[in-house]
């Protein structure tokens, strides 16, 4: 059957509206393709991957993980509200854009920090992230990642105090022991473990001091498992970043599992590398993007001042995507490669 939009040329508006309303089609212009995907699909379908790390945060440090959590999320929400008030634009916030920024966000800081902040935070990630580019699909940083930043260098000592779960004794996280220490020995003498193996079981299941979303490998990958099958994010970015990550450990005598499930590097890979707004379209510029990402944060942490490098790589790369995309798009078909 033909769509409204292939009538002849010589039909009027009048006779292809007849005709269309006794076929049962609406007569518009191209495209007529339509897709079930939209944003609020896309960004409900991410909150609800990271459910399961939000539930592990709240067994392994409490109540407090999930205070923090409602507050970054109400004051995103309510800036991002004030803020198109005041510009005189439509508000926007049920579209789930800003409930995904503020919890990326909560879960990027430790359970131990003020309930101020994770507030501060959230004004921080909607105004500087993201309105002040314009609002969504217009920012070139993960406002996430643009956040922590700025609370990380404003506030380092309320952003670097860790406590182990379950009795919130102040300890190390695994990567800042293993900076201090030298080898993985360290890491496992603070973990109370004597082998590999419980060193990596320990990691996977989460039972480790660190941000409240990135703790767990397991609650982050059947998060990502999910996203996978809802066909929001593709192998592209988070495979080719975790398996950069682990061939440069190797290359550089480093333990590659550790490195894999020790800090961020999964919530970082699945959730915030693959936001489609700040990274490479085409799964040429994906892949590219992930081996940038996985080199920075392996070359970070293992010969930069910070334990961690996930954050940083990420926002360097945002900064590449228009390069990425400029060099990765497809040829138009019937021209020529320049």
């Not at 789930?96 to 920024?101: F, K, P, R």
């Not at 079981?201 to 660190?210: C, E, V």
């Not at 944060?297 to 590449?320: C, D, K, Q």
């Amino acid at each position: 059957m033909a769509s409204a939009g292939e009538f002849a040329p010589g039909t009027s508006g009048k006779d292809a509206q007849s005709v269309a309303s006794a076929g049962g089609l609406i007569v518009s212009s191209a495209p007529h393709i339509r897709g079930r995907d939209n944003i609020r699909r896309m960004m409900y379908d991410v909150a609800i991957a990271l459910i399961p790390a939000g539930v592990a945060s709240v067994y392994f440090f409490g109540l407090r993980s999930l205070a923090i959590i409602l507050i970054t999320i109400a004051g995103a929400l309510g800036a991002e509200a004030l803020i198109q008030k005041i510009i005189g634009r439509r508000i926007t916030i049920t579209d789930g854009s800003a409930l995904v920024t503020a919890v990326l966000l909560a879960y990027n800081l430790p359970p131990t920090v003020p309930f101020w902040l994770p507030f501060v935070g959230a004004l921080i990630a909607i105004g500087l992230g993201k309105m002040v580019y314009g609002g969504l699909g217009y920012n070139p940083f993960n406002p996430a990642l643009v956040s922590r930043a700025v609370l990380l260098s404003a506030w380092p000592v309320l952003m670097t105090r860790w406590v182990s779960p379950f009795d919130a004794v102040t300890t190390a996280t695994p990567l800042a022991a293993l900076k201090m220490g030298g080898n993985l020995q360290a890491v496992k003498d603070l973990l109370h473990v004597g082998s590999d193996l419980s060193l990596y079981g320990r990691l996977f299941y989460g039972s480790i001091g660190g941000c409240l979303g990135e703790t767990s490998a397991l609650a982050l990958l059947l998060g990502g498992g999910y996203l996978m099958y809802r066909r929001v994010i593709t192998w592209h970015m988070p495979v080719t970043y975790m398996l950069t990550v682990m061939v440069m450990a190797v290359v550089l005598r480093q333990d590659p599992v550790f490195h894999l499930l020790a800090g961020g590097l999964i919530l970082g890979a699945v959730y915030m590398a693959t936001c489609p707004v700040t990274t490479p379209v085409t799964p040429r510029g994906r892949i590219y993007f992930g081996l940038g990402a996985g080199l920075l944060t392996i070359l970070i942490r293992t010969f930069g001042s910070l334990p961690e490098g996930v954050m940083y790589s990420i926002l360097l790369m945002n900064a590449a995507t228009p390069l990425i995309d400029r060099y990765t798009r497809p040829r138009i078909y019937g021209r020529r490669a320049r």
